[in-house]
């Protein structure tokens, strides 16, 4: 009966630095880690790091199949449970709608928001109580952004998802978390479409990949529905549900983040 932590995105940045941790213990007690990501060499040199047995799985998201092939996997594991998911894998492309092309806009919304729907409705009949499930959703989910205006909205969508879905399993025990960082320092930012206008963004900040890792798991466990992990973030949040759209806008064109 062989326990699961499944982690997308997971052979660079905040994917690989959670695994770590899970492999570390904490996530809790874990037999097997599932990594999903499209990149092989990456993969095998993450199951060649880890103490605990580790399945890579070498997948694109934007592909339904691929959540057929993990599906199957976990129906062909006898008795397999799964303790953790984690949805993060993402792509991001800065600039005006209209300037972005097509298939890379329907590239992001399948990666950001039908992904974590699948897996979720793929791997609940495998989960138990104390399951935990954490969606990597961003601060940008807080308020719409114009120049990053689909993943935005998309991460808007795995907020909102995240919450409800929280609020549906908690009786029985399994909890949802979102997790809104502020963007980190990782090969998320190597090809950002706009480059200025990525630059403008990031001038909130940025978080740092082993403190959000430890936020999340920390969230998780403790059955939280939300995690920001930086202070400032966390005022900014409590701002958007006061502040109008149109007077947080005209404060981030003033900043220059616009």
Not at 62 to 84: G, K, N, Q, Y
Not at 136 to 165: E, H, N, T
Request: glycine share 6%; aromatic share 6%; proline share 5%.
């Amino acid at each position: 009966m062989p326990t699961i932590a499944i982690v997308t995105g997971a052979s660079s940045g905040l994917g690989k630095e959670i695994v770590r941790r899970i492999d570390h213990g904490e996530a809790g007690s874990v037999d097997e880690i599932w990594v999903v990501a499209r990149r092989p060499e990456r993969l095998d040199a993450l199951v060649r790091t880890c103490s605990c047995t580790v399945r890579p799985f070498c997948l694109d998201l934007t592909d339904p199949d691929s959540f057929d092939i993990l599906e199957s996997a976990l129906l062909e594991t006898p008795a397999a449970r799964v303790r953790l998911l984690v949805n993060n894998a993402g792509a991001a492309s800065f600039g005006d709608f209209a300037g972005i092309p097509r298939d890379e806009v329907s590239r992001m919304m399948a990666l950001l928001m039908l992904a974590p729907v699948e897996l979720a409705y793929r791997t609940l009949p495998f989960m138990r109580a104390g399951s935990r499930i954490i969606n990597i959703a961003s601060v940008a989910a807080f308020l719409p952004q114009p120049r990053l205006a689909v993943y935005a909205a998309a991460k808007r969508f795995v907020l909102d998802f995240s919450r409800a879905l929280d609020t549906e399993l908690g009786d029985i025990d399994i909890h949802v978390t979102a997790v809104c960082p502020k963007f980190m320092k990782t090969e998320f930012l190597d090809a950002p479409g706009d480059a200025g206008c990525a630059q403008r963004m990031t001038r909130i900040g940025f978080d740092n990949v082993g403190h959000v890792a430890e936020a999340a798991l920390a969230a998780a466990h403790a059955g939280r529905s939300l995690c920001i992990p930086s202070l400032d973030m966390k005022a900014l949040y409590a701002a958007t549900r006061v502040v109008p759209y149109r007077a947080a806008i005209a404060l981030e064109r003033a900043l220059g983040i616009l």
